[in-house]
């Protein structure tokens, strides 16, 4: 098996015309938007130039809101680290604290309290599916882990909007 492989038969198009795309990260495979096949050096560089390299891929925002009521030392603001991706998706780090937002080897979305968390796929709040690629802000069932078990929690939510994030913790805390 290659690394990387179309996520369904080609039915006899090029590599060009394919549009959905898998890595294998040596364990499993995982569909990613971000790959593409482009047929010459001057639709790359169009592409780049123009951004239109990831098309229908939401934006990866470089500020995240964590509203976790089970876990409330891990809520707040999580700032996207740059130059680093874990498993080809990228990492927030908890501003003022020690919360981590990372994608896991079986490709859910973690929050660990801990980077090393990170290196072992360990954490305390997890998304209840794979991710598929969507960013943590578009996952709507998260659960958290206590005494061995997951138990899946509503009140969970990741958002790219401070002002809903204020809000809901506001409430939160008037409870």
């Known amino acids: 098996l290659g690394h990387i492989q179309s996520a369904e038969p080609h039915l006899g198009k090029g590599p060009q ?43 990866s ?8 009521p089970p876990y409330v030392a891990l809520q707040g603001e999580y700032r996207k680290q740059e130059t680093r991706k874990e ?19 079986k490709g859910r979305w973690f929050v660990t309290d801990g980077e090393a968390g990170i290196a072992v796929n ?16 578009a996952i709507q069932q998260w659960q958290y882990f206590y005494e061995g078990h997951w138990h899946p929690d509503a009140s969970i939510v ?7 994030a204020e809000s809901r913790l506001a409430e939160q805390q008037a409870e």
């Open 87 to 105: 498993r080809g998706q990228p990492v927030w780090r908890q501003v003022g604290g020690e919360g981590w937002i990372f994608s896991t080897t």
């Open 158 to 164: 990741i958002t790219e909007n401070q002002a809903e």
């Open 122 to 137: 360990g954490g305390v709040l997890a998304s209840t599916a794979v991710h598929n690629g969507s960013p943590p802000q």
């Open 17 to 59: 015309e394919v549009s959905s795309w898998q890595y294998h990260d040596g364990s499993a495979w995982h569909s990613d938007v971000s790959i593409q096949l482009l047929c010459s050096r001057e639709a790359f560089d169009l592409a780049a130039s123009t951004k239109l390299l990831i098309p229908d891929q939401p934006a």
């Open 61 to 68: 925002h470089s500020s995240l809101w964590l509203l976790a």
